[in-house]
C-alpha cells in the first residue's frame, strides 16, 4: 500500500513512517519545514520527503491512504483537496497505529500529564534487555535504544500516550485508539487548556481510557495521586496501584537523592523486588521507573514481577532534553529539561538542587505551551519558580494571539519574585536573554544554568553552551 504521510517531518509522524516503511509499506510525505535530524533520518530510509503543501501534486501521487499529521487544519490546500474528494481514504495518526501497528501486539500505553517519555523511554528500554522482542514508539531521542521508534518482532509494543486530540477531524485523546494491554496512569493534572476546559475534562477522557482496556490487562494507577484516584473503582480490569503510600501494591521505599543519582527501594506486595540505584534525579523519576518497571514486567508474561530483572536500570542514561547536560566546567553548568507546568518546573529545579546542591543555580523559563503562555497557573508558576536563586522568563511564545488579560505576565512575576529575594527579569526576545547570560556568565562563580522549556527556547540553550566552550 502507498501511504502519504501529511506532515511527515513531526516526531512522531517521521518515526511512524519509519516503522510502517519496515512493514513494507511504500511511504512518502510532505511538510512545511524539512530539516535534519528528521530529514536525514527519512532520507537514510528511502522514504522520498517533498518540501510544501501541494493539492495538485497530492493529486497527481494517487496514495491509497493519507495520514493526517496533528498539526494539520483547514485551509491547508491539500486537507483541502483530501475533503473534496471520496477515493482516497484519509486517517489520523493514531488510528494508522490502532490498524497498522497494533494488531497482533500487546501494547503498553504510558499515559499522564508529566513523565510520559521517560516512562516509555524506561518501559522499553527494560523490555529491551530481554529476549522479548518489543516494539516502541516514544516522543524524544532516547539515549538507551537505537532511536524513538522501533517495529520489533514480539509481543509487547510500548507507545507514548498522549490525551491531546488525534486530528482536526478527530477531537478524541490519541490514546483512544490505542488498544491499551497494559495501562500506565502515571499522573493527572489540569492541562492543555486550547483542548480541556478543566480538570474535570480532563478526567473524562481518562475514564474514557480506562474503560478499553480489557478484563485480561493491566491498569497500573498512581496511588497516591487524587486525581486518579478518582478515576477508580475499574471493575472491568486488574488495578494495580502504584506509589510511596503504604496501601499501594507496588511501594518506592526508602527514596534518597545525592549529587551522583539517587537510590530507592521497589517492595512487590510486601516482597523486596528491586533495591535501585541510578544516575536519574528526583522522586519524580523513581515514580517513573517504578511504573515502566511493572508495565515490562507484566508485559513480558512474567506472571510474578519479582522475578523480572531489574539491574540494568543502574546503568540508564534517560533521554535527550531531559536533565540533559549541555556544558560543564569548574564554573557553569547548563543544563536543559523539559517542563512547561509548575509541577514539571517545580520537581526539575527540586532533582537539579540534589545533583548540584554547592552551585547558584538561574532557572530561564520559557512560556511556550498555549497553557504555559496562559495566565491560568501564574501563582502556581510563581511559587515554583521562587526556590531557585535567579529566574529570567523567556519571550511568552506567540505573545500577540493572546489578549493581555489571558496572557501570562511575565514582568509581573518577575518584580513580585524579586521583592521576595529572587533576582528576576522578563524579556520580551530571547536574543536579549542570550545577550544577558553571556554578560552574566563573564565571571561566573560556580554557577548552575537551567532551561526550562516544552521547545526550542530558540536554540538558546545549545547556543549558550556553544558560547561557553569558545569562552573557556
Known amino acids: 500500500m502507498r501511504i502519504y504521510f501529511m506532515g511527515i517531518c513531526g516526531t512522531a509522524m517521521g518515526n511512524a513512517a519509519l516503522l510502517v516503511k519496515e512493514q513494507g509499506h511504500e511511504v512518502l510525505g510532505c511538510d512545511a519545514g524539512v530539516y535534519p535530524p528528521m530529514s536525514d533520518v527519512l532520507a537514510d530510509a528511502g522514504i522520498e520527503v517533498l518540501e510544501g503543501f501541494d493539492a495538485d501534486r497530492l493529486a497527481a501521487l494517487r496514495p491509497d491512504q493519507v495520514v493526517v499529521g496533528n498539526a494539520m487544519s483547514r485551509g491547508n490546500p491539500e486537507v483541502e483537496w483530501l475533503l473534496d474528494q471520496s477515493k482516497i481514504a484519509y486517517i489520523s495518526l493514531p488510528e494508522l497505529f490502532h490498524g497498522t501497528v497494533l494488531p497482533g501486539r500487546r501494547p503498553v500505553v504510558i499515559t499522564g500529564t508529566h513523565g510520559k517519555t521517560t516512562t516509555s523511554t524506561l518501559a522499553a528500554y527494560l523490555l529491551d534487555q530481554t529476549d ?102 475499574a471493575p472491568w480490569t486488574q488495578v494495580v496501584r502504584v506509589g510511596v503510600g503504604e496501601g499501594n501494591d507496588l511501594i518506592i521505599q526508602g527514596f534518597q537523592d545525592a549529587p551522583k543519582g539517587s537510590q530507592f527501594e521497589l517492595v512487590w506486595k510486601g516482597r523486596p523486588w528491586a533495591r535501585v540505584t541510578w544516575p536519574m ?33 543502574s546503568a540508564f542514561r534517560g533521554v535527550r532534553r531531559r536533565q540533559d547536560v549541555l556544558h560543564a566546567d569548574d564554573a557553569v553548568v547548563v543544563v536543559e529539561d523539559f517542563a512547561h507546568h509548575p509541577t514539571a518546573v517545580a520537581g526539575a529545579i527540586e532533582a537539579l538542587r540534589a545533583a548540584y546542591p554547592d552551585r547558584a543555580m538561574t532557572v530561564c523559563f520559557e512560556p511556550r505551551s498555549n497553557t504555559a503562555a496562559s495566565s491560568r497557573f501564574h501563582t502556581e508558576f510563581q511559587e515554583a519558580l521562587s526556590h531557585a536563586d535567579a529566574v529570567c522568563f523567556g519571550a511568552v511564545h506567540r505573545a500577540e494571539r493572546m489578549r493581555p488579560s489571558e496572557r501570562l505576565d511575565t514582568q509581573a512575576m518577575a518584580e513580585t519574585l524579586s521583592a521576595a529575594g529572587v533576582r528576576a527579569l522578563a524579556f520580551d526576545d530571547n536574543s536579549e536573554l542570550k545577550a544577558h547570560l553571556i554578560r552574566a556568565l563573564a565571571k561566573p562563580r560556580c554557577e548552575l544554568i537551567v532551561f526550562l522549556t516544552n521547545g526550542s527556547f530558540d536554540g538558546l540553550p545549545r547556543a549558550l553552551a556553544q558560547e561557553l566552550k569558545i569562552l573557556r
Open 132 to 233: 522479548a522482542e518489543p516494539g516502541w514508539l516514544i516522543g524524544g531521542v532516547p539515549n538507551d535504544l537505537p532511536g524513538g521508534a522501533q517495529l520489533g518482532k514480539g509481543a509487547p509494543f510500548v507507545i507514548e500516550g498522549d490525551e491531546y486530540d488525534s486530528a482536526f477531524f478527530d477531537k478524541r485523546s490519541k490514546f483512544i485508539h490505542y488498544r491499551p494491554q497494559v495501562a500506565v496512569l502515571n499522573n493527572l493534572e489540569f492541562d492543555h487548556a486550547d483542548i480541556f476546559r478543566d480538570l474535570e475534562d480532563v478526567q473524562r477522557t481518562f475514564r474514557h481510557f480506562l474503560r478499553i482496556i480489557p478484563a485480561s490487562g493491566y491498569a497500573l494507577v498512581n496511588g497516591d495521586d487524587a486525581n486518579i484516584t478518582a478515576l477508580l473503582p
Open 281 to 313: 534525579h528526583g522522586l519524580f523519576n523513581a515514580r517513573n521507573a517504578a511504573m515502566a518497571s511493572l508495565a515490562a514486567a507484566l508485559s513480558s508474561g512474567c506472571h510474578d514481577p519479582v522475578d523480572f530483572d531489574l539491574s540494568a536500570l
